[in-house]
């Protein structure tokens, strides 16, 4: 399997534009989760979706983010407008999860964001 | 509030030697534990997991611990490589939340030659 795959790998844009960054879950994973790390702020937990379900989004920071997640096998994380503030590594990760088990998360290679 | 605190940003050891990384939790919800390991550029990869109802678990050079009553983990390396050098993190889980943990915010560990 070729694990979590995120695109684009680093992203160089200027504040106002709209940033997508896009996740490929691990086929098979029902659980998707976006995170972002920051050195102040360390890994902070964004959204997660089960089943394509936005479950918990209480870790968006604010309504210029959006995530969707419209099938099992793709997923998005908008920003818009994006600000300098916003500039961090966005990681991607993907479970396949039981109850009683299936708690590894598999994260992607991240997206590396500058905002200008 | 941060449920899942790593108190140590950074440690070094010399290869061969143990490294010993902690942890330390609030929720007593917690039943389930992850270390993962980061080297710069990538995403962070699994490592160890250990179950609230076990107080130890091994693989290889790897053991966790876990002592429920003081809700601290903690992680041993026996012998430390130096391509053990990455930033691990520990992490908490409850089983009822779709498989969302709370994660530390990470020790740098650096293993000398």
């Known amino acids: 399997d070729a694990g979590v795959i995120q695109s684009p790998r680093h992203e160089v844009t200027e504040m106002g534009q709209e940033v997508t960054l896009r996740c490929k879950p691990i086929?098979?994973?029902?659980?998707l989760f976006w995170y972002r790390q920051t050195m102040m702020r360390g890994l902070e937990l964004l959204i997660y979706?089960?089943?394509?379900?936005?479950?918990?989004d209480s870790g968006m920071p604010e309504d210029r983010f959006s995530a969707k997640m419209p099938n099992a096998s793709f997923s998005t994380l908008k920003i818009q407008p994006s600000e300098p503030r916003d500039s961090a590594v966005y990681f991607c990760?993907?479970?396949?999860?039981?109850?009683?088990?299936?708690?590894?998360?598999?994260f992607g290679p991240g997206t590396r964001l500058l905002v200008l | 509030d941060q449920q899942v605190k790593q108190n140590s940003p950074s440690l070094s050891v010399q290869e061969g030697r143990i490294s010993i990384l902690n942890c330390d939790y609030t929720?007593?919800?917690?039943?389930?534990f992850l270390w993962y390991k980061k080297y710069p550029a990538e995403g962070p990869t699994f490592l160890i997991s250990?179950?609230?109802?076990?107080d130890k678990n091994e693989d290889g050079r790897f053991t966790v611990f876990l002592n429920k009553s003081a809700k601290h983990l903690s992680l041993h390396i026996v012998p430390s490589q130096p391509g053990d050098s990455a930033v691990y993190f520990c992490?908490?889980?409850?089983?009822?939340?779709?498989?969302?943990?709370?994660f530390g915010d990470g020790t740098t560990l650096t293993v000398k030659p």
């Open positions: 979706f089960n089943n394509n379900v936005p479950i918990d």
């Open positions: 929720n007593s919800m917690f039943d389930y």
């Open positions: 250990i179950s609230s109802i076990k």
């Open positions: 990760a993907s479970s396949l999860y039981t109850s009683g088990s299936g708690k590894t998360q598999y």
């Open positions: 086929s098979g994973h029902n659980s």
């Open positions: 992490a908490a889980s409850i089983n009822t939340n779709a498989g969302k943990s709370t």
